[in-house]
């Protein structure tokens, strides 16, 4: 990964040459990340990609086969995994105590954290309040829906406001609001706290909301890393323009093909997408749309998406895999 | 051992929700309220099942004595009970790995030894509460239809068994952290349990091993004499190893 993310304390998790093999099976391949303190870092990838994998290593879950550096808060998780567990919290598969109700569950997790009976009990309930379970607190966990559930995990992996948070699919199950409520609670968290976030997700689109940065990882290794916007540009390398006419202007895309600096366009419902040939046509191209005899709604650069730049990453992957025989 | 009061509370809490506060108690009390009456009327039984044709018999039955329903009690506890604790405790450690719980331990900042040795005691001070309760009921129901119930026979046949259930809880600690199949701990542990009653045969072993306490509780409920100091010593220093041993097997182990 580019090491300007790492943050001026020292990054969060460092890692450098992790290789994690299952018999024959590679699945981890020489991955560097350096995650800074405070960042939300999302970790995208297909199924069976090694994401589960790499998060077990990080907790000390798992050893790997082979690796340079796995500093997690400054700390060996080899070596020194008893200074890193206090400070982590981790929301992996549904690990609840089915026989203990919400309440007793956090409860649990914070007694195992050493927290006090008193804080306990406040962060509890703010924690069942903003996962909106304070109703059903008492009742035993078997009894609740696999959202609730899923609430349930995320909020005891916050229980002791750990410094690091694993969150694997964290919105897996979860309505839209309550997914709505976990990114802006993760992003509030990241920045009033400076907790750091380590997220494996599929969710594409909420993920190129709340993170600072991502990985896409694919067949045991990063195919991509950095900032959303500069991974999407970096893998899909296009610049394109949408053009909204006010409708019945009469506009067509061939009056937008004559502009400088056009490759192609594509008319769509409600308008157009201009796609130029570099990044240095934006301009001109803008300019001279706007002087075009039509009145528009709005002209604005269109930059590719997370889930474009996956898809690319992922196919290309997939392809060659298929070509190779994998 | 962090974690290990935060685990044994845990633990108490799941023992008071699931079937086990119901089975093993339950059924220890049914023998215990059953057991005594069964032995006060066993001939009246007899002679009501068998008629005329069982007449011979039933006049040869010596007259039950409280001692009778003492060795109902002892019996129950070394085989019922004894067979429950290896079945009921084949998973204690290897179901939390299978639902992925124990996992817990290891991205926590507790150490596993706790997540293990808390189960064991818990359980261990679960089963002597049930033994304590059974036997306070085979006492009273005693001493109600025998009108007399002298308590150490009882009470140090019921005791000198508690050790040896604690053993087989630490014996189940064990297999249950070593192996992943319920079932199989339990065949296991049955095959201990087969072991150690014939093992019980040969007496200078029965005297000083925990192997004295297959036999030992029916010998004292039966009111005679039996040396179990040894027996009962070894056998609660071997539960120790044995759960020590779990704790180690679960550190180690790759969850």
């Known amino acids: 990964m580019d090491d300007s993310l790492a943050g001026l304390d020292g990054p969060a998790i460092e890692v450098a040459g992790l290789s994690m093999s299952f018999g024959p099976l590679v699945a981890l391949d020489s991955v560097d990340l350096v995650i800074p303190r ?9 199924n069976g990609a090694g994401k589960t994998t790499t998060v077990r290593i990080l907790n000390g879950v798992l050893d790997p086969s082979s690796v340079g550096r796995l500093n997690v808060l400054g700390h060996d998780v080899r070596s020194e995994a008893e200074a890193v567990r206090p400070q982590v919290g981790v929301q992996t598969d549904t690990n609840l105590y089915e026989r203990l109700s919400a309440r007793e569950n956090l409860a649990l997790f914070g007694r195992l954290y050493g927290m006090r009976e008193a804080a306990i009990g406040s962060r509890v309930d703010q924690l069942l309040d903003m996962f909106g379970l304070t109703d059903r607190a008492a009742e035993l966990v078997e009894r609740y829906s696999k959202g609730m559930k899923q609430k349930l995990l995320i909020a005891r992996a916050l229980v002791a406001r750990p410094r690091l948070v694993y969150l694997d699919e964290p919105t897996a199950g979860l309505d839209p609001e309550a997914s ?16 750091t976030f380590f997220i494996t997700s599929h969710r594409l689109e909420e993920m190129e909301g709340v993170c600072t940065a991502v990985a896409i990882l694919a067949g045991g290794r990063i195919r991509a890393a950095g900032p959303p916007e500069r991974v999407a540009r970096a893998a899909v390398p296009r610049v394109r323009v949408r053009v909204t006419p006010v409708p019945g202007s009469g506009m067509s895309a061939a009056d937008l093909s004559a502009l400088p600096g056009v490759k192609t366009v594509t008319a769509l419902p409600g308008g157009f997408a201009a796609d130029l040939i570099d990044e240095g046509a934006v301009s001109p191209f803008l300019r001279a749309a706007a002087a075009l005899p039509f009145d528009l709604l709005g002209v604005a650069e269109e930059p590719p998406t997370l889930q474009e730049a996956y898809l690319a990453l992922v196919g290309t992957q997939r392809d060659v895999g298929e070509r190779q025989g994998v | 051992m962090n974690g290990f009061a935060a685990f044994a509370r ?27 009456v069964m032995a006060r009327f066993t001939p009246e039984i007899v002679a009501a099942a068998g008629g005329d044709q069982l007449a011979g018999l039933v006049k040869s039955l010596p007259t039950p004595t409280y001692l009778d ?3 109902q009690w002892a019996k129950n506890l070394s085989q019922i009970a004894l067979f429950a604790i290896i079945i009921i405790y084949g998973g204690l450690v290897s179901g939390e ?13 507790v150490s596993r030894s706790a997540f293990v040795v808390a189960k064991a005691v818990v359980h261990s001070l679960f089963l002597a509460l049930t033994v ?11 001493a109600l239809v025998f009108g007399k119930a002298p308590g150490e026979a009882l009470w140090s046949s019921a005791l000198s068994w508690l050790a040896f259930g604690v053993l087989f809880l630490a014996i189940m600690t064990l297999l249950s952290s070593l192996m992943g199949s319920q079932a199989g701990a339990a065949g296991v542990g049955l095959g201990a349990f087969a072991l150690l009653s014939i093992a ?3 007496e200078p072993l029965a005297k000083y091993s925990p192997v004295g306490l297959a036999s030992a509780p029916m010998t004292l409920a039966m009111g005679k004499e039996s040396a179990i ?10 539960a120790c190893v044995l759960v020590a041993t779990a704790a180690w097997a679960f550190r180690t182990k790759e969850l």
Do not use: C, D, Q
């Open chain 1, 38 to 46: 405070g960042a939300v870092f999302g970790l995208l990838g297909p």
């Open chain 1, 180 to 195: 709505h409520e976990l990114m802006t609670y993760i992003t509030r968290v990241s920045r009033e706290a400076n907790t």
């Open chain 2, 10 to 36: 845990k633990e108490a809490t799941e023992i008071v929700r699931t079937w086990r506060i119901w089975v093993l108690p339950g059924m220890l009390l049914f023998f215990a309220l059953t057991g005594p």
């Open chain 2, 69 to 71: 329903s003492y060795a």
């Open chain 2, 97 to 109: 790995r299978k639902s992925g719980t124990a996992i817990l331990a290891l991205t926590k900042p």
């Open chain 2, 132 to 142: 304590i309760a059974g036997t306070l009921a085979t006492w009273g129901v005693t």
């Open chain 2, 200 to 202: 019980a045969l040969w």
């Open chain 2, 229 to 238: 100091l040894w027996p009962v010593v070894t056998s609660l220093a071997l």
